[in-house]
Every structure is written in structure tokens, then in C-alpha cells.
């Protein structure tokens, strides 16, 4: 048996029965280095090897203590970034999203503008007749948007569009008119996946003699009264 093995069994039986281990000890005459080995290992108490290792724990807790506020600040940057991050994909989802309805309220009004142009100039579309007024005609203006009785869609559905495009053609007593002039205005509205993303587009020709002779196109950011 080695002198480890031996030493660990001589301290175990003096813990068990101090007097026997110490009768033991006397008597038995063992090897000297064995005895000396055991007696520097009895020597060591548990309070002793607990103060061995108190520094350790200490300096385990310290780092502990400076590591906590390092993991913390990591992670509220984490969190800030990912709200920031979350914050900018949905305004550039909703800016995407409007640029699209404007888009498709911007088709759906350029259609019906020019397919109420062409219907007017068949003689085939109701208008709104001229007033005794020289001014530019008004009536698209009110509300609720196109709700005249001469308005009309000239398509049934328009794809991806909340409604379908109307257009409203009035006609119109220009000062500057010459005789057999006939001068009109001629509106289209058009709206995209929502009622509120509408585009608003305008015809103001003058027909002479079957033919077109003045045609100007505009966008206009429509106030409704």
C-alpha cells in the first residue's frame, strides 16, 4: 500500500475514534516518513483549507461584479438597435405601401381620363352643361367626390384599386372662344387600395369642328368643398 493510501486511512480512523488512532500511532512503529506524511495531513484543518480557498471565491465574485453591468449595457444596445431597426422596416413598409396605392390611383385615373376624352369626342358622354359664367367650371369640387349625376365610370373595376375610376365632363364658356368652339373640362379620379390615396387628373380642351384643336393635361391636388 502506498504511503498516500495510508496516510488517508490512518486520518479517517482518527477522526472515527481519536484514542485508537492515537494508541495506534504509539505502538505501531510504522515507517517514519509515512508517519511524518500523516502527521503534516492531520495537521491541516477543514477552517485551514477553507481560508485556502476564500482569495479564489473573492476574486470569482469581483469579476462576476464587473462582467454584470458589461452584460447589461450589451444587451440594452441589443434591444435599442433592434427597435431601431424594427421602427425603420415598418415606416419603409408603409412608404412603400403608399407609393404603391399612388400608383395604382395615378394608372386608374390616366385611363379614365383618356377613355372619357375619347367617349366625349364620339358624342356618347354625358356632361354637365356650360353656365352663364366665364369661369373654369367647379362642379368635380364638390362632395361628395364625382357625385354628380353626369359623372360615370367608364370601367367596371379597376385591378387592385379600392373603387373604380370616375371621370365628370363639364362644359365650359371660355371669353376667348371662337365661334363653333366648343370647350370642355374634363376630370378623372382615381384611387388606389385605399378610398383616401385618390389622384386627381384633368383634360382642358377645346373642340373645332369634330377635331381637337387645344389639349392640356394637369394634376391637381383637388379641394373639395
Known sequence: MSGAAQCTRDDLSRR??????????????????????????????????????RPARRAWRRDAGLALPAVIAVGAAVAALTGTWFDAALTESRRTRALSDRLIAF???DAALAACTVRLLRGSAP???????????????R?????AAEAFAPFADWPMAAQPPRCLIEAWR????????????????????????????????????????????????????
Open 174 to 225: 371660355r371669353p376667348a372662344a371662337q365661334a363653333g368652339d366648343r370647350a370642355y373640362l374634363v376630370t378623372a379620379r382615381g384611387v388606389g387600395g385605399h378610398a383616401s390615396s385618390a389622384v386627381w387628373l384633368q383634360y382642358q380642351l377645346v373642340i373645332r369642328d369634330g377635331h381637337v384643336v387645344v389639349l392640356r393635361w394637369r394634376r391637381v391636388a383637388a379641394v373639395l368643398r
Open 107 to 109: 394608372h386608374a385615373a
Open 16 to 53: 472515527v475514534d481519536a484514542g485508537h488512532v492515537h494508541a495506534r500511532a504509539v505502538a505501531g512503529g510504522g515507517d517514519p516518513r509515512q508517519q511524518a506524511t500523516c502527521a503534516r495531513v492531520s495537521a491541516a484543518s477543514p477552517h485551514e483549507s477553507h481560508m485556502r480557498f
Open 143 to 147: 362632395m361628395p367626390p364625382l357625385a
Open 127 to 141: 356632361y354637365v352643361n356650360e353656365s352663364e359664367s366665364h369661369a373654369e367650371p367647379d362642379a368635380w369640387r
